[in-house]
């Protein structure tokens, strides 16, 4: 029997099925409750852990920049980091963009660290080839806000806090808390659906977006806090407003967060025709359970399989199996993503041909919500997604996230993510990659060829840190290595996520496959959670089964047919020529 667990599950629900919801268990909106010995272990607002000895110049908070004793920020990022917009640097293993995106979302599931006020710089060099595009010679990268108490000694040194529940929850489509959660649910909180913009054929959910702060504030709901929100392309009419803060932040991850928020609403209907008596309370829980086992499944069938990570869940819940976010993993494993974005983003219609509003460039895909209404919906984005080989998991970032980020407009400052990336590990004190590979099981490198064998990369790396392989910041080192046999990454990155989804995947209770409430889901409704990101997909839109050819596995790509991507560069350059225009 492969899981007895759900079996059980489903035979004491079916012993009472006269009153459904008092067998199932709802998560709690904050993580609290679900290790019942250790209540708060994924709860919101709870310190990450370290898995290496703190490295700060005193030991307590004082950050190792370039004046003390690392190499700038910035100018390792130059060197080691840069990709110019024509290059491209794709995926050995023929990942799709899908996979980058779903990574960012379930990111926005499981960590955020708390942001600060306390202000921080990375000097931009002189000699930076980009220097004199900007206006005043800094990077912002402020300081991560440390956790209340901690910072005051080398016995207490600064310690950082997740802002969201830790568990793989969904949290990221319905929150993790009760304002958020309630102003996200329709009927002012109560409703069983959430809340989306009507769009395309009144009435059906296929062509829904999420609310945008107007439709709330319309409602009459405080609407919950969204980064950006005021700045040029996050007025109130396009804003979306969703369950993680970021939502905005590309059009991918939009698209994901509104194909989610439609399947919620789908299973809500498909709970009203099986028993019409259920409450509204009862169907917002349940459909919950649904689509947060649908992230875990999707997560853990597909996306971790995918890129060379593999779990072992055959001993079932482990209740002491902590699921704590390190801080190595928010500020540096995990942020491996930030180099597999494609400095052009695929649009397509239902048929694979290229969209009107052509291709579109990474800059135009952050803060840009407007986006899903000028392509009338979320299909071409999700058509691109699984359908572009993604860039390689390695030390190169597009140029639209390592000059450009987050500009809305001509260029006047250089905004790095892979320069803030290299100081944010610093600002978390993390120790350095050897010691987080040891740290991991994985053995030292003593030399920089240990890493790479790219013997320019090998060069500019012992360049940079002063021949020392001991020194090495975590995000660059790991980035650098040689990737793993048919792995999309090398061995520390394969070791961080292994050890991070393992511990979420036992230490939950409620994990897809041993939750019985899942089981009793499908034993008294008959709806079953899905377990493949096409067929979300698909009951979710309305692109058609035979425009996914790689349905099996979304977060390979399919190939797209030769004639769209020959007209692709033609259309895009039009359609680019055209968006610029429209912006200026
Ligand atoms: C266009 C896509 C993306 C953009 C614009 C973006 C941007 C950012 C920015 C600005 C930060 C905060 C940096 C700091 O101040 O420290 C961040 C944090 C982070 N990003 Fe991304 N990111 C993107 C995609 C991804 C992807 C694909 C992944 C993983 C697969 C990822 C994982 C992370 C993680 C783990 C953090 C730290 C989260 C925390 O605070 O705990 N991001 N990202």
Known sequence: MKNPARFVGCFIALTFVATPLFAATPRTLDGSNNNLSNVTWGQTNTQEIRLTPVDYLDGISTIRTDIHGRPNAREVSTAVFSQLTNQQFLDENNLSEMTWAWGQFVDHDIDF??????????????????????????????????FPGSGTSAA??????????????????????????????????TGA?????????????????????????NAGVTVPSMAMAGMPRMGDDVRFIAGDVRGNENTAILALHTLMVREHNRIVDLLTIADPGLSDDDKYQLSRKVVGAEIQ?????????????????????????DPTIPVEFSGGIFRMGHTSINQQALRLNNDLSPHTEGPITLEDTLFNPQELFDTAGIEPFLLGLISNVQEATNAKMAPGLRDGLFQFGPTTMINDLAAIDIERGRDLGLGDYNEVRQAFGLPPVTDFADITSDVSLQTILSSL????????????????????????????VQAGMMDQFERL??????????????????????????????????ANSDIPASSITNADNVFFAQPVPEPSTLALGVIGLFALAGYRRKRT
């Open 156 to 189: 207490n040194p600064r310690q950082f806090s997740n802002f969201i529940t830790t568990w793989l929850d969904g949290s990221v489509v319905y929150g993790s808390d009760a304002i958020r959660a309630n102003a996200l649910r329709t009927n002012g909180g």
């Open 193 to 217: 659906k959430l809340r989306t913009h009507e769009f395309g054929d009144p009435g059906t959910d296929k062509d829904n977006l999420l609310p945008t702060a107007q439709d709330l504030i």
């Open 505 to 538: 995947a036992l230490g939950d209770r409620f994990f897809y496959e041993w939750d019985p409430d899942l089981a009793m889901i499908e034993s008294l409704y008959g709806i079953s959670a899905l377990d493949k990101l096409a067929d979300i997909i698909l």
């Open 113 to 146: 660290t708390d942001g600060g006020m306390e202000s921080h710089d990375i000097t931009i060099p002189a000699t930076d080839p980009a220097f004199a595009l900007d206006s005043d010679g800094i990077i912002n990268a402020g300081r991560k806000a440390f």
């Open 465 to 492: 840190y002063g021949g020392d392989v001991n020194d090495i910041d975590l995000w660059v080192g790991m980035l650098a290595e040689d990737h793993l046999t048919g792995v999309s990454s090398g061995s520390t």
């Open 297 to 321: 499944a999707v997560t853990y069938n597909e996306y971790l399989p995918a890129i060379g990570v593999p779990i072992d869940t055959s001993g079932g819940y482990d209740p002491a199996a």
